[in-house]
């Protein structure tokens, strides 16, 4: 975090995101907005739960990791934010998440390098973000198990933009 982002002041409309520790073992983030969220917050906060959706929907036991992050950088294309997605610039992830087990960021890393097939009973963490620049992140992560015929949603919270009431 630089000096600028600890001295800012949050204004209505500015946007979080918040991993809501529900339990051991589980990593979920969702966003937040301080007041109102502007219509473009909304609207990009729907296009990343979208692709959350999809890539969810996806998952099956054998299903190469690899074949799941191409689906996501497809699908992230079509909505035109492939230069946000996971980060920008340098500190772009290549990534839509990884294993949760003992510790909460363990193997298997979902990205597009891996060479292995995704095993039923398995937990997961699937995260995806977009952070544009002077705009801010909006990030949705869900902690699921596989099963024989898809994924079971762990995370216990809402996964509706948060919109919090300023004081």
């Known amino acids: ?54 890539l969810l929907a996806r998952i099956r036991p054998g299903m190469p990791i690899g074949e799941l992050f191409a689906y996501a950088m497809q699908h992230v294309k079509s909505l035109g934010y492939e230069s946000y997605f996971q980060g920008y610039g340098k500190s772009q992830g290549r990534y839509i998440g990884h ?31 977009f952070i544009i620049p002077d705009f801010g992140a909006v990030f949705i992560e869900d902690t699921v198990v596989v099963r024989s015929q898809g994924i079971e949603i762990l995370s216990g919270s809402d996964r509706s933009l948060a919109e919090i009431t300023t004081w």
């Open 1 to 54: 975090m630089s000096k600028k982002d600890e001295d800012k002041r949050w204004s209505s409309g500015d946007g979080a995101g918040c991993n809501p520790l529900r339990a051991l073992g589980a990593d979920e983030i969702r966003t937040y907005v301080v007041g109102k969220a502007s219509r473009r917050r909304k609207e990009v906060y729907r296009d990343v739960l979208e692709l959350q959706d999809h």
């Open 99 to 129: 294993g949760v087990g003992l510790e909460l960021d363990e193997w298997p890393v979902l990205d597009g390098r891996a060479r292995y097939r995704i095993q039923e009973g398995v937990v997961l963490a699937v995260e995806c973000k």
